[in-house]
């Protein structure tokens, strides 16, 4: 992710500097689109650091935030989520090793990791606010909603997750009681 960032970033400036010097379509365009990746990559770093910050993983599940919906098992079934969750990259893993914390710490991390996503759906909506002055709707729409359905991608694993997570943490407690 630091490395993405840092690449994302250095080429929106090489391509900056190339359009200042020499305006051109293609270029601008370049320009735009490492700029929206950079704003991407450097908003998720933000948002994750600063929730982090705040919560340390400290998240109360108990929250009606953070309970099941109805619908959302049967949801969960039709995409297949059981299939391919296993193969969801995790920017932290030791944050959700059992060797490391219990499955309440585990618990809470899934409902600070879907806030970091739900928070970074909502901003990756913001590259939109450019198309007046910039133009390239394709670009800046693309991106925005790539970047939100991937995101979307993690809410729907720590959703999944989490009632599994607290099963286990409720079989633990009866078992040491």
């Known amino acids: 992710m630091l490395v993405l960032t840092a690449v994302s970033t250095a080429l929106f400036g090489l391509f900056l500097t190339v359009h200042v010097i020499a305006p051109n379509a293609v270029i601008l365009a370049l320009c735009i689109t490492f700029g929206v990746f950079a704003y991407h990559f450097?908003?998720?770093?933000?948002?994750?650091?600063?929730?982090?910050?705040?919560?340390?993983?400290?998240?109360?599940?108990?929250?009606?935030?953070?309970?099941?919906?109805?619908?959302?098992?049967?949801?969960?079934?039709?995409?297949?989520?059981?299939?391919?969750?296993?193969?969801?990259?995790?920017?932290?893993?030791?944050?959700?090793?059992?060797?490391?914390?219990?499955?309440?710490?585990?618990?809470?991390?899934?409902?600070?990791?879907?806030?970091?996503?739900?928070?970074?759906?909502?901003?990756?909506?913001?590259?939109?606010?450019?198309?007046?002055?910039?133009?390239?709707?394709?670009?800046?729409?693309?991106?925005?909603v790539a970047a939100a359905w991937i995101d979307l991608t993690f809410v729907i694993l720590q959703r999944y997750n989490r009632p599994r997570i607290l099963a286990m943490a409720n079989k633990r407690k009866e078992k040491t009681k």
């Open 42 to 144: 450097v908003m998720r770093l933000l948002v994750g650091f600063s929730i982090h910050a705040i919560f340390r993983n400290h998240m109360n599940v108990n929250r009606r935030w953070f309970r099941p919906l109805r619908f959302e098992a049967k949801l969960y079934a039709r995409l297949g989520v059981s299939k391919w969750k296993h193969h969801v990259p995790t920017y932290a893993p030791d944050t959700f090793s059992l060797r490391e914390h219990s499955w309440e710490e585990l618990a809470q991390a899934t409902c600070q990791a879907e806030v970091v996503h739900e928070i970074i759906m909502v901003f990756s909506f913001a590259p939109l606010l450019l198309i007046p002055r910039f133009g390239e709707p394709v670009i800046f729409i693309l991106t925005s």
